[in-house]
T-cell receptor
């Protein structure tokens, strides 16, 4: 069964550094998402992406965050200047279309900011 | 605004016993409802979904869930749990497959041998 893959599985970064989290969505999917889960808290929506542009973003997704689909397969989340509170598990998801298409999640990237 | 409440943070059941995990949602229109499971160190795996039609939906691993509009609930059930069912379970609501998901806090399930 097709999967969403995320790399790296664990990223350790110094505060203030830039970090890029990478995702390869399921190949024929059209909708892409990032979520995060701070340890012990619920999974929170960050951003959705369709047709090469952001379709919705949460208040968490401020100017420090950006997303990109640089080629036909990758979907990246960039944090420009990381803060301690960015430490979390970041999940990428993709969906085949609007309507009756569930989101499929990757295994996540654990981001640790020192 | 959409919201999801999972009243039970942690549930412990014995292997072979039945299971019900509660989920209540708040959403103005007909919701799209999901249950996901997260094993330690893993991502979120879709167990089942409700979009419309039959209010009792079957999922993978022997799970089922029932949508009750009058109670704004979408409880997850399994008649007989296995040790491998120990995991975190998340209920989520969305406006459609392309829209953001709003998750509940999660219920951690522990299985006693």
């Amino acid at each position: 069964e097709p999967e969403v893959t995320q790399t790296p599985s664990h990223q350790v970064t110094q505060m203030g550094q830039e970090v890029i989290l990478r995702c390869v969505p399921i190949s024929n999917h059209l909708y892409f998402y990032w979520y995060r889960q701070i340890l012990g808290q619920k999974v929170e929506f960050l951003v959705s992406f369709y047709n090469n542009e952001i379709s919705e973003k949460s208040e968490i997704f401020d100017d420090q965050f950006s997303v990109e689909r640089p080629d036909g397969s990758n979907f990246t989340l960039k944090i420009r200047s990381t803060k301690l509170e960015d430490s979390a598990m970041y999940f990428c998801a993709s969906a085949g279309g609007a309507g009756n298409q569930p989101q499929h999640f990757g295994d996540g990237t654990r981001l640790s900011i020192l | 605004a959409q919201s999801v409440t999972q009243p039970d943070i942690h549930i412990t059941v014995s292997e072979g016993a039945s299971l019900e995990l509660r989920c209540n949602y708040s959403y103005g229109a007909t919701p799209y409802l999901f249950w996901y499971v997260q094993s330690p160190g893993q991502g979120l795996q879709l167990l089942l979904k409700y979009f419309s039609g039959d209010t009792l939906v079957q999922g993978i691993k022997g799970f089922e869930a029932e949508f009750k509009r009058s109670q704004s609930s979408f409880n997850l059930r399994k008649p007989s749990v296995h040790w491998s069912d120990a995991a975190e379970y998340f209920c989520a609501v969305g406006a459609g497959g392309a829209q953001k998901l709003v998750f509940g806090q999660g219920t951690r399930l522990t299985i006693n041998p």
